[in-house]
């Protein structure tokens, strides 16, 4: 049973650039979240994505962008690249409970270097 | 809000006891816990959630208080295994699915 898995592992963009981050989830999960993790910090909150819709997003601006395929899987746009932008992106996948969260299983991450 | 973790770090020696402590400014209805190695992903510990239920796959403890907005997590007999950061994350109850973590607690358990 694969777990969560993003591509690509690693990447390096310059300034202004356009990035897309790519997640599948768990065999049965439902929902995935987006979380980013600067070095030496936790992960923030993004958004989470279920029934391909955005359900939650957390305190970042518009150029992050996100989508959910029919089959669960999702994809994380980050546009107009900024210096601060270079962090791990972990995707996180779980199934939808009716009042919590519930476990998230997550990615290995992207780790992304602006330039 | 990001909940806040303390201490910031922690060194133990195999068979030592350490506690984590995690509280927010919100009134909370779950929290969650979260181990990450150097260079891996995080991996769930435990939840807890308002009105007692917990929910883990370890022999770690953790307790939650609901009043105080505070929860604790217990390492009793620290393992080697047990290092790595470990993260609270906190939902309120208008807010479902979205999981704050705080900015971590860092373990180390020496031999």
């Known amino acids: 049973d694969a777990g969560v898995t993003q591509s690509p592992t690693h990447l390096i963009k310059t300034r202004g650039q356009q990035v897309t981050l790519r997640c599948s989830p768990k065999?049965?999960?439902?929902?995935v979240s987006w979380y980013q993790q600067a070095l030496g910090q936790g992960p923030q909150f993004i958004f989470q994505?279920?029934?391909?819709?955005?359900?939650q997003r957390g305190n970042f601006p518009d150029r992050f962008s996100g989508h959910q395929f029919p089959n669960y899987s999702s994809e994380l746009n980050v546009n107009a690249l900024l210096l601060g932008d270079s962090a791990l992106y972990l995707c996180?996948?779980?199934?939808?409970?009716?009042?919590?969260?519930?476990?998230?299983?997550f990615g290995e991450g992207s780790r992304l270097t602006v330039l | 809000q990001q909940p806040v973790q303390s201490p910031q770090a922690v060194i133990l020696r195999e068979g030592e006891d350490a506690v984590i402590n995690c509280s927010s400014s919100?009134?909370?209805?779950?929290v969650h816990w979260y181990r990450q190695k150097h260079g891996e992903a995080p991996v769930f510990l435990m939840i807890?959630?308002?009105?007692?239920e917990q929910k883990g796959h370890e022999k770690i403890s953790a307790s939650f208080n609901e009043k105080k907005q505070q929860s604790s997590l217990y390492l009793t007999a620290s393992q080697l295994s047990y290092s790595g950061t470990y993260f609270c994350?906190?939902?309120?109850?208008?807010?479902?699915?979205?999981?704050?973590f705080g900015a971590g607690t860092q373990v180390v358990v020496t031999p």
């Open positions: 996180a996948s779980s199934y939808r409970l009716a009042d919590n969260t519930g476990e998230l299983f």
């Open positions: 065999s049965g999960h439902d929902t």
């Open positions: 994505y279920y029934e391909e819709e955005e359900r």
């Open positions: 919100k009134a909370l209805y779950s």
């Open positions: 807890l959630l308002k009105g007692g």
């Open positions: 994350g906190t939902e309120t109850p208008d807010s479902w699915g979205k999981l704050q």
